[in-house]
């Protein structure tokens, strides 16, 4: 039987959940091996408000949480690395391409996701590990497919996303309605607890929240073997 794996790329515990946590679930509902490799494990993000644990266990913390939300979107453990939150702008980017090719090469995705040029928010980190996976997946050769993570403009628009950097509409691949997967996706979001007081959205009325979070934009940044890019086959008109 066809196994089909994708390896999600992401910067620090949390990224994985806040906006493709539905897409991930859903694809592993439909059969798909769902890989997160994580480049940090958060240590310069908040300890909550209240605090949960002190900055010195943080990192210890927020790799639980991100071991959480895989868990409650059915996913793979995920694979982490050892760079500094906040510091991967400052790593030899050849060595942080280099780790993300060797689990490329141990994982064997058919399709990798990531951040796109902009980082989606323009987040340091997430604009290195995004170039850092571009780059792993045009040395690896056999992966069909690349994906970004985006917002559309006029999703921003519309709903005062002012931190994100959206892309033309025209721009995006695929919209994902993930509200099969929204309690998933809720509980994987809860599983950062300590990150909670950083996103006001989860604050808000159910409804306010799916419209933010009910609706998953990925740009197709590359392709190489249509036949093999299953998450266009599965997700293309939504599920």
Partial sequence: MFKRWLLAIFAHPDDESFRPGGTLALLARRG???????????????CGDPPLCTPEELSTVREQELRCACAALGIESPCILN?????????????????????????????????????????????????????????AGDVAALYTVAVPQSVAARLGMGRARPVPDEEIALTVNVTPAWEQKVAAIHCHATQLGASPMVQAPVEQQRRFF??????????????????????????
Wanted: a negative charge; proline letters at 5%; charged letters at 25%.
């Fill in 32 to 46: 798909v091996r769902v890989q997160v490799l994580t480049a940090t494990r958060g240590e310069a993000g908040s």
């Fill in 83 to 139: 760079y500094r939150d906040g510091h991967l702008d400052e790593v030899e980017p050849e060595g942080l391409m280099a780790e993300i090719l060797q689990v490329v090469r141990e994982v064997h995705p058919q399709v990798m996701l990531t951040f796109g040029p902009d980082g989606l928010s323009g987040h340091p980190d997430h604009v290195a590990v995004g170039r850092a996976a571009t780059e792993a997946f045009r040395q």
């Fill in 214 to 239: 009910g609706t998953e934009h990925f740009v197709r940044a590359a392709v190489r073997q249509p036949d093999q890019d299953f998450l266009s086959m599965i997700l293309k008109d939504g599920l």
